[in-house]
């Protein structure tokens, strides 16, 4: 499909009426949960072992490599400036390195463990990630550590004072667009759900850890927190819901202003409900914010307080924004852009 389709619609919570048109940049049949930009490019990991990109100038200019024989399946995507890194879901988890210039990928690493299963990656400098991973039978927190230029690999247990920390009875966190982890400054922060729907915060320098309840719906495999983003140290948000009700939309945004330490339920019972993916908008100061489900796209234009369901689009589950007026999201068999005019 290579139709360019325009809706207009009138976005009530600006001060000012606001319109935006929506045209598809890919189809193709793979699921998409996990985008980067880079070079005027959209890239992407997905199902059956695909890798690959569209030029947001040409969407001509595009192409798809298989980088493996094995059907793998991503749900992340990350990257520093010579290389994109990607990991297939499960056991075996394999660590891909995608050389930027080439396009040519090797695995650098492997996690043979029979229970993992891995929900996102994320880097928070140019030679260190963060893998996060459901935690074992021991409910050990799963955080790896990459290193990549020092080829360093290693599972880091999560310690506060000098407590190794561990997940509660069914939590862990969801594979749905390789966001429930951020970062800022010296900060990392996970998102979880299941059991338990909690935020880890991580001290990058005293390598301690921090556990914060929060009153996010929780106690279903299904339920809980599926992305969380920060515009500061301080300003953050998390959205997520119930998986298999998906209308549900009691207990399933909220944000902290003081680095996660406590949270404020938003817009309890006055949203559209599940959540997958959520942004900050560029050079809004923490007041504009989109979130996506697989029901709608939905934004915010008073820190997270009141929201608007602005497009019926099914099937999203991953957002990025290019710029300030130009939203990227991906889902089942597409790759579309928003651009507000």
Same mark, same amino acid.
Request: glycine fraction near 6%.
């Given at each position: 499909?290579?139709?360019?389709?325009?809706?207009?619609?009138?976005?009530?919570?600006?001060?000012?009426?606001?319109?935006?048109?929506?045209?598809?940049?890919?189809?193709?049949?793979?699921?998409?949960?996990?985008?980067?930009? #880079?070079?005027?490019?959209? #890239?992407?990991?997905?199902?059956?072992?695909?890798?690959?990109?569209?030029?947001?100038?040409?969407?001509?200019?595009?192409?798809?490599?298989?980088?493996?024989?094995?059907k793998?399946?991503?749900?992340?995507?990350?990257?520093?400036?010579?290389?994109?890194?990607?990991?297939s879901?499960?056991?075996?988890?394999?660590?891909?390195?995608?050389?930027k210039?080439?396009?040519?990928?090797?695995?650098?690493?492997s996690?043979?463990i029979?229970?993992?299963?891995?929900?996102a990656l994320?880097?928070?400098?140019?030679?260190?990630?963060?893998?996060?991973?459901?935690?074992?039978?021991?409910?050990h927190?799963?955080?790896?550590?990459?290193?990549?230029?020092k080829?360093?690999y290693?599972?880091?247990?999560?310690?506060?004072?000098?407590?190794?920390l561990?997940?509660?009875?069914?939590?862990?966190?969801?594979?749905?667009?390789?966001?429930?982890?951020?970062?800022?400054?010296?900060?990392?922060?996970?998102?979880?759900?299941?059991?338990?729907?909690?935020?880890?915060?991580?001290d990058?320098?005293?390598?301690?850890?921090?556990?914060?309840?929060?009153?996010?719906?929780?106690?279903s495999?299904a339920?809980?927190?599926?992305?969380?983003?920060?515009?500061?140290?301080?300003?953050?948000?998390a959205?997520?819901?119930?998986?298999?009700?998906?209308?549900?939309?009691?207990?399933n945004?909220?944000?902290?202003?003081?680095?996660?330490?406590?949270?404020?339920?938003?817009?309890s019972?006055?949203n559209?409900?599940?959540?997958?993916?959520?942004?900050?908008?560029?050079?809004?100061?923490?007041?504009e914010?989109?979130?996506?489900?697989?029901?709608?796209?939905?934004?915010?234009?008073?820190?997270?307080?009141?929201?608007?369901?602005?497009?019926?689009?099914?099937?999203?589950?991953?957002?990025? #924004?290019?710029?300030?007026?130009?939203?990227?999201?991906?889902?089942?068999?597409?790759?579309?852009?928003?651009?507000?005019?």
């Open positions: 499909m290579k139709k360019l389709s325009f809706l207009f619609l009138l976005i009530s919570t600006f001060f000012y009426s606001q319109k935006f048109t929506i045209d598809t940049l890919l189809t193709d049949k793979i699921s998409i949960r996990a985008i980067q930009l #880079w070079d005027g490019k959209v #890239w992407y990991s997905g199902t059956d072992s695909k890798f690959g990109f569209v030029n947001l100038k040409d969407k001509s200019d595009k192409k798809q490599i298989i980088i493996s024989d094995k793998l399946q991503f749900r992340t995507l990350a990257q520093n400036k010579k290389n994109f890194y990607a990991i879901i499960e056991s075996p988890a394999y660590f891909f390195e995608i050389d210039s080439t396009l040519k990928s090797k695995i650098i690493y996690d043979t029979k229970t993992a299963f891995y929900d994320h880097f928070v400098n140019e030679d260190l990630a963060f893998a996060f991973s459901d935690p074992a039978k021991d409910l927190i799963k955080l790896l550590t990459l290193s990549p230029t080829k360093i290693k599972f880091y247990n999560m310690s506060s004072a000098n407590r190794i561990k997940m509660n009875e069914g939590e862990a966190a969801f594979a749905a667009s390789n966001s429930n982890l951020a970062s800022f400054d010296n900060y990392l922060w996970l998102g979880t759900g299941g059991g338990s729907s909690r935020i880890f915060r991580f990058l320098k005293s390598q301690e850890t921090e556990i914060f309840e929060t009153n996010f719906i929780q106690d495999e339920q809980g927190i599926y992305s969380i983003d920060f515009y500061d140290k301080n300003f953050g948000i959205v997520g819901g119930d998986y298999t009700k998906q209308a549900d939309n009691i207990n945004i909220a944000t902290t202003n003081d680095g996660g330490k406590t949270w404020q339920i938003q817009a019972g006055k559209a409900g599940y959540m997958t993916c959520v942004k900050f908008r560029p050079k809004t100061k923490g007041k914010i989109v979130a996506v489900g697989d029901k709608h796209i939905s934004f915010s234009s008073d820190f997270g307080k009141t929201w608007t369901k602005i497009s019926d689009e099914k099937n999203l589950y991953a957002c990025e #924004w290019a710029d300030k007026n130009t939203l990227i999201l991906a889902g089942k068999d597409k790759i579309i852009r928003l651009t507000f005019l």
